[in-house]
């Protein structure tokens, strides 16, 4: 059997070690030799690269992803995509998703993994017709959490829905690094069961369980797993490439990398991440084993900002109550999966409910809008007398929220006006309004003594 490999070290793996401030610069030179490696798709646009782009690196997000293709003419390249969120989190129009995912693809992105924190199809509907029409892969992902409402009758049905919808594969998300060997051997083998489309499974090396996990997953059928580069693998980052390649052909799995290549990938990275360790960019931190997300069932990074809001508040005393307090506060709210950012909404939950000593007397706006439906479904039931408290006498709102908003292209072209250049200029706009119009700014300054240079030397 054949196991394809997905690098994720330009986009995932790079921003759970590095905050995502890798800029083109610096992994241009390598680009033809991974485009030769015989990875199926490398990971490489989205997530919080596009941000991270315009706020600290000068760079033109849609600018990056054509200088990729330019050089990785035959593997696909791969983004991330948060549904209806593009890639922050509020709901974008529909105009504005269509146009988003068209332009993606018009730059050279071939797969579109779309996810939505909720698991709530709506909420990525539109983005994968898109993706379709306009001749990419549609990927859908499942965000991957336990709870009594998470089985696996429940996934089987999520993912025949998404079959049905058109994915061209399915991903199994595990961005907390939770999910171990069992977990993954059954639940690859029940979707293999279920959906004809190819499988591909996400995780992190977080825990350390991330490569066994792979393997079980792989022995269940799984057709694609994800991993980085050796130098910037394990820890919050992915599994190691070399590794899981070496132990998938032990055991009997074909592999299309060529090793010589790999080494040579690996070789151009290690004083880049050598540099980031110098400059302190890369926290030795994030690259240990924690186990601690397993005895609690709660992400590591949800674990280290209930501490950080505990110390704020000179509180870590009451730090087991909070523990205590945080499922049953994901037990309210129907089980959402600890994701970015219902991670944080339910851990400031948790936090104000222990210290001020009454549950729910604070709530969050985030909440609110939970609670009043404007994220979506819940995975599970919301108690009634908790949504009661938080409402007051407003209704949840059932329909698609997305639904409700007006067309946002033109008004965004028309505010931004003659600092965008381009159809692309204005979809930064509309993503990061700021950061965008900043970026623009200085640009158009940059052009301008360019101008005046030319001027000067004719
Ligand atoms: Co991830």
């Not at 057709?223 to 052909?249: F, M």
């Not at 292209?409 to 990061?432: C, H, M, N, Q, R």
Request: proline share 5%; hydrophobic share 35%.
């Amino acid at each position: 059997m054949k196991v394809k490999i997905t690098e994720t070290v330009l986009r995932d793996a790079q921003q759970s070690l590095l905050a995502t401030r890798m800029p083109y610069s610096k992994f241009e030179g390598i680009l033809d030799k991974m485009d030769k490696a015989g990875y199926y798709s490398l990971e490489c646009w989205g997530g919080a690269t596009f941000d991270t782009c315009l706020r600290y690196l000068d760079e033109d997000p849609w600018e990056r992803l054509r200088n990729i293709r330019k050089h990785v003419k035959n593997t696909k390249l791969q983004m991330l995509l948060r549904g209806q969120n593009l890639l922050g989190y509020k709901h974008y129009p529909d105009d504005v998703v269509r146009l988003f995912v068209e332009k993606s693809i018009a730059n050279g992105i071939d797969i579109i993994r779309i996810f939505d924190a909720l698991n709530d199809l709506r909420n990525i509907e539109v983005a994968v017709k898109e993706t379709l029409k306009r001749g990419g892969e549609a990927q859908i992902a499942i965000s991957y959490t336990t709870s009594p409402v998470h089985t696996l009758e429940a996934y089987t049905k999520l993912v025949k829905e998404m079959e049905n919808m058109g994915a061209s594969s399915i991903c199994i998300k595990d961005m907390a690094g939770i999910m171990g060997p069992q977990e993954a051997y059954d639940l690859v083998k029940a979707i293999k069961e279920t959906v004809k489309v190819p499988v591909d499974l996400h995780t992190h090396s977080t825990t350390g369980l991330g490569p066994i996990t792979l393997i079980k997953a792989v022995e269940a059928g799984c057709d694609i797993i994800d991993t980085s580069i050796s130098c910037l693998s394990g820890g919050t980052s992915q599994p190691a490439t070399e590794s899981l390649v070496y132990a998938l052909r032990q055991l009997g799995y074909e592999i299309d990398l060529n090793d010589d290549i790999l080494k040579e990938i690996n070789d151009f990275f290690k004083p880049v991440k050598d540099g980031y360790l110098e400059s302190g960019l890369l926290d030795p931190f994030v690259l240990e084993t924690k186990t601690d997300a397993l005895s609690y069932q709660i992400p590591g990074g949800m674990l280290s900002n209930l501490v950080a809001q505990l110390k704020a508040q000179n509180a870590m005393g009451r730090i087991n109550e909070v523990l205590e307090e945080t499922p049953r506060v994901r037990k309210d709210l129907g089980y959402p999966p600890l994701v970015t950012p219902m991670s944080q909404m339910v851990g400031v939950q948790a936090v104000s409910n222990v210290l001020a000593g009454e549950r729910y007397k604070n709530v969050s706006k985030e909440i609110y809008s939970y609670v009043h439906g404007e994220y979506g479904t819940p995975p599970g039931e919301i108690d009634p007398e908790i949504e009661k408290k938080i409402l007051g006498n407003e209704k949840r709102i059932t329909g698609r929220y997305a639904a409700t908003l007006e067309p946002g292209f033109e008004p965004a072209k028309k505010e931004i006006g003659e600092l965008a250049k381009s159809t692309e200029d204005v979809l930064s706009y509309i993503a990061f309004p700021v950061q965008a119009k900043k970026y623009f700014e200085k640009r158009a300054e940059k052009e301008e003594n360019r101008a005046k240079y030319t001027i000067v030397k004719a």
